[in-house]
């Protein structure tokens, strides 16, 4: 059989998605879709390192109003589950309506910093 398309054999090999895929790296990406006080979103990517969440300008997101502390909360990836953990903030970092010290972050879970909303959530991405 040639390898050119001139070639009478016109059969079609079917493969399972498995097959198709075997090899193929993936990894878990987070995002928070972030709902500002003033009615502005951005999507943010979380990235490898952790997420530091604060009122000054030497975090990673910086919402600066007067109920988030200065290092108010982390979100961070720990044993393959990403965590949000309150950093000792003065007003509390809550999921779900409730304050938490550190948390398990599950799809479309909504963490609240200071008068922020950021939802939760995550997909897989091939890796190149």
């Known amino acids: 059989m040639s390898d050119?398309?001139?070639t009478t054999d016109s059969r079609t090999i079917?493969?399972?998605r498995t097959a198709v895929l075997q090899g193929v790296r993936r990894r878990r990406v987070a995002y928070l879709d972030i709902t500002y006080p003033d009615g502005?979103?951005?999507l943010h990517?979380?990235?490898d390192t952790a997420v530091i969440i604060g009122r000054t300008e030497d975090n990673t997101l910086t919402f600066p109003?007067?109920?988030v502390s200065r290092h108010h909360a982390k979100i961070y990836s720990a044993a393959e589950e990403f965590v949000v953990e309150d950093t000792g903030s003065?007003?509390?970092?809550y999921v779900n309506g409730t304050r938490i010290a550190k948390c398990i972050l599950r799809q479309q879970d909504l963490i609240q910093v200071g008068d922020t909303r950021m939802v939760y959530s995550e997909r897989e991405?091939?890796?190149q």
């Open 4 to 6: 050119h398309p001139e």
């Open 14 to 16: 079917a493969m399972s």
């Open 40 to 42: 502005r979103k951005v």
């Open 45 to 47: 990517k979380v990235a």
């Open 65 to 67: 109003y007067g109920n």
């Open 90 to 93: 003065t007003n509390g970092t």
């Open 125 to 127: 991405e091939l890796l």
